[in-house]
């Protein structure tokens, strides 16, 4: 029992500092679960399950996972702890992937958030909004680190990137 409340502490103060960081157009820049963030994260789904042996946590059902302004919503959501068991490798959330920031969203099927590497990967019909403005593709990748976005087509099925830009003295 002490271990999972020691898991459960890690998970608390690494989401506070670090959690999913994504900005495809603009997204979740300054705010909500990403670096540098404070304030206390809300986890809440209708199991949790710890797997001590293969270091992984794992909430299941109607997740929800809430900080400042930020959420997170998804169907599963699983937290892969490093070797040395204390600190967080990389959070996967999957099924009806939604996070909210304001006006912002970004929805997938699997979302993948590389500690390490401070790298979010969304997959299955990624499409990202801040307003009217878009991003769709089959995967779009953010490195918080180098400021460096990508979005790709599906080349198998010959998909493209679509992009929609909407300037704001069209909105006006």
């Known amino acids: 029992m002490k271990r999972l409340a020691y898991i459960i502490a890690v998970i608390a103060l690494w989401l506070s500092a670090h959690a999913v960081s994504a900005q495809t ?3 979740f820049q300054g705010g909500g679960m990403v670096k540098g963030q404070r ?3 809300n986890i809440t789904s209708q199991r949790l399950e710890a797997e001590y042996d293969k270091k992984r946590i794992t909430f299941i059902g109607d997740v929800v996972a809430r900080q400042q302004e ?34 912002k969203t970004a929805v997938c099927r699997e979302a993948t958030y590389y500690h390490r590497e401070g ?7 990624p499409v ?21 976005g990508v ?22």
Not at 73 to 81: G, P, S
Not at 119 to 125: A, S, Y
């Open 25 to 27: 157009p603009g997204i």
């Open 39 to 41: 304030g206390p994260v």
């Open 70 to 103: 930020f959420t997170l919503y998804a169907d599963r959501l699983v937290l892969f702890i490093n070797d040395e068991g204390k600190d967080i490798e990389k959070i996967v959330a999957m099924g009806k992937v939604r996070m909210v920031q304001g006006g």
């Open 119 to 125: 790298k979010v990967v969304l997959r299955g019909e």
């Open 128 to 148: 990202v909004k801040e307003g009217d403005s878009s991003v769709k593709g089959a995967r779009i990748t953010h490195s918080a680190d180098e400021q460096k």
């Open 151 to 172: 979005a790709e087509g599906d080349t198998q099925k010959g998909g493209r990137v679509t992009i929609t830009i909407i300037p704001d003295k069209v909105k006006k």
